[in-house]
């Protein structure tokens, strides 16, 4: 008895210091962990850096895809149809499935939707690459379109979702640095691919690429991105899905198939009643959000104005870049007969230029001259189109690559100043509950808007060539249809220009971000889903 008593009061004081030092050990070893492990801000910027590698595969997609278009249709033995449905068919896709792609990051998480999605983009790009006929390589785009629709928009709603207001201007500086990169790497890389023939896959290479790039995506994404949903349940708008995707449908599939068919009448009774079904889609969201608050379409983003104006010029500026992109490869490649790699070359002024304006368009400019600048993206971009097309007339068959160089960056820097700034006008005062769906509405119309620029390829372009050209007059005649096609580009950067007017003169993103804003921390943080 006295010797267990006595055996406890001379462990006592030994318990004591036991405990103490268990503490110091505990917290020295909470703050070895705390040292060691990533820190939140350093994953924040990991995880952007896995997502721009995500956009950064898609847009190198789209710009290898231009640059090969010639190779494909002279190897794979493709009809004009069949090109054209190789470029637009991806955007179908794209524009039918990128609202309900953003909102199934809502509901499901983002994460999860872009591993799905970078998952499924890889695939159907080896799918394109071992593509045994024209029919099948559509076919795959059309799958890739979809893919990349469950993708791309969880970049913009993870950033949303990520980083707080004060940081956003400058992760979308980088954004439109990425895409300027992307618009360099696409044609270079889809030049040099099909001129090294390798393995004897002539074009293949252009979609097998992307394989290694998506691996690495998501086995990356799957580490370092953080879980995030809306912070309220919410249910996917089924009815709601079907009425875009078939609205769109009806829009877009008769201007792409079109002029082949010969402008049937059924094509304009489709168009028009595209519209009815879209006047029926915007009835039926507003009974939707007021029975159970999950409308596929969140109407009550545009009553934000600068998410109403930013659609609208997003809509028309994506119809601008669909007609000149692809109108300008063939004219390089078929008009001129240009080899791949020296219409690559030759495009790399503008990339350079696109890259560079981005950057500083939103880190420097945009937060002091707030809307002037995207207006003078337009004028820039504007003026550049009515040079090039001076050039073009001027000098015709016998122009060089070095004659294009300055309207090039002309153009380039115009589109520099506009697309990055114009992402963050247009997101900068949504709700952060929405950002799934503002994302997906922003891409699908500047999708919807390519792929009715696309389709206007049919009326401003091959509507000025001939059926039955002899070899002499292929190059006269792309020159003629190229000019042609540049007056387009050019009144739609007019149009462009006087929509910006609706915009707001500062976007609300760098006033939150200014120096005599809110510190950052009493910003509500977003809701992550461990």
């Known amino acids: 008895m006295s010797t267990s008593g006595s055996a406890a009061g001379h462990d006592q004081p030994q318990t004591t210091d036991s405990r103490a030092r268990t503490t110091d050990s505990r917290t020295t070893a909470a703050t070895s962990t705390a040292l060691a492990a990533p820190s939140p801000d350093r994953a924040r910027w990991l995880a952007l850096a896995i997502v721009m590698t995500a956009a950064f595969m898609d847009l190198v997609d789209v710009t290898i895809v231009n640059i090969a278009i010639p190779s494909i249709q002279r190897n794979a033995g493709a009809s004009v149809s069949q090109i054209q449905w190789i470029t637009a068919g991806y955007a179908l896709a794209f524009a039918a499935g990128l609202i309900t792609g953003g ?3 809502d509901i499901h998480g983002r994460k999860r939707l872009f591993l799905v999605g970078v998952g499924g983009f890889t695939l159907a790009s080896a799918l394109c690459g071992f593509a045994a006929n024209p029919e099948m390589l559509v076919a795959s785009r059309i799958l890739q379109g979809g893919m990349a629709a469950l993708m ?10 990520t980083f707080p207001a004060h940081e956003r201007g400058k992760v979308f500086g980088m954004f ?10 696409g044609p270079l890389l889809g030049a040099l691919l099909t001129e090294w023939n ?9 979609f097998l690429i992307n394989l290694p790039v998506g691996v690495l995506a998501w086995i990356l994404g799957r580490r370092f991105i953080s879980e995030s949903k809306a912070p309220k349940a919410l249910k996917l708008d089924l009815v709601g899905v079907s009425l875009v995707s078939l609205g769109l449908l009806m829009l877009l599939y008769p201007l792409t198939r079109g002029r082949e068919l010969g402008w049937p009448l059924w094509g304009y009774v489709c168009m028009a009643g595209a519209l009815v079904v879209f006047v029926g889609l915007v009835s039926y969201e ?3 959000a007021a029975r159970d608050g999950s409308p596929l379409i969140e109407l009550s983003l545009f009553r934000v104005k600068s998410f109403a104006a930013g659609i609208a ?15 300008w490869t063939l004219y390089m490649q078929i008009g001129l007969g240009w080899s791949p790699l020296r219409a690559g070359l030759t495009g790399v002024p503008f990339s350079l230029a696109v890259s560079t304006a981005a950057g500083m368009s939103v880190q420097k400019l945009v937060p002091r001259f707030g809307r002037k600048v995207l207006q003078a993206g337009a004028l ?22 070095w004659q294009m160089a300055l309207p090039l960056v002309v153009m380039g820097v115009g ?65 003629h249809a190229f000019q042609h096609a540049l007056w387009w580009v050019a009144g739609i950067m007019g149009a462009i220009f006087l929509l910006m007017s609706a915009l707001p003169k500062r976007p609300a993103q760098h006033v939150e971000g200014a120096a005599d804003a809110e510190p950052p921390m009493v910003e509500k943080e977003p809701e992550l889903v461990s």
């Open 152 to 161: 791309v928009p969880q970049v913009l709603s993870i950033v949303h979702a």
């Open 380 to 401: 820039v971009m504007g003026a550049g189109v009515l040079l090039y097309l001076w050039e073009a007339h001027r000098y015709g068959l016998a122009i060089a690559s």
């Open 313 to 327: 010029v997003q809509t028309v500026f994506g119809v601008a870049l669909g007609i000149f992109f692809l109108v």
């Open 103 to 105: 909102r199934l990051g």
């Open 286 to 288: 507003k009974r939707k």
């Open 415 to 479: 589109m520099g100043l506009i697309v990055a700034p114009l992402t963050d006008a247009v997101l900068s005062e949504v709700p952060r509950e929405h950002a799934g769906s503002a994302s997906g509405l922003i891409n699908t119309v500047q999708q919807m808007g390519n792929a009715l620029g696309l389709g206007l390829v049919s009326v401003v372009f091959f509507g000025e060539i001939g059926d039955r050209l002899s070899p002499a007059q292929v190059g006269p005649a792309f020159v």
């Open 176 to 185: 439109g640095a990425v895409v300027g990169l992307g618009a360099v790497s």
């Open 198 to 206: 390798l393995f004897g896959l002539e074009w293949r290479p252009i």
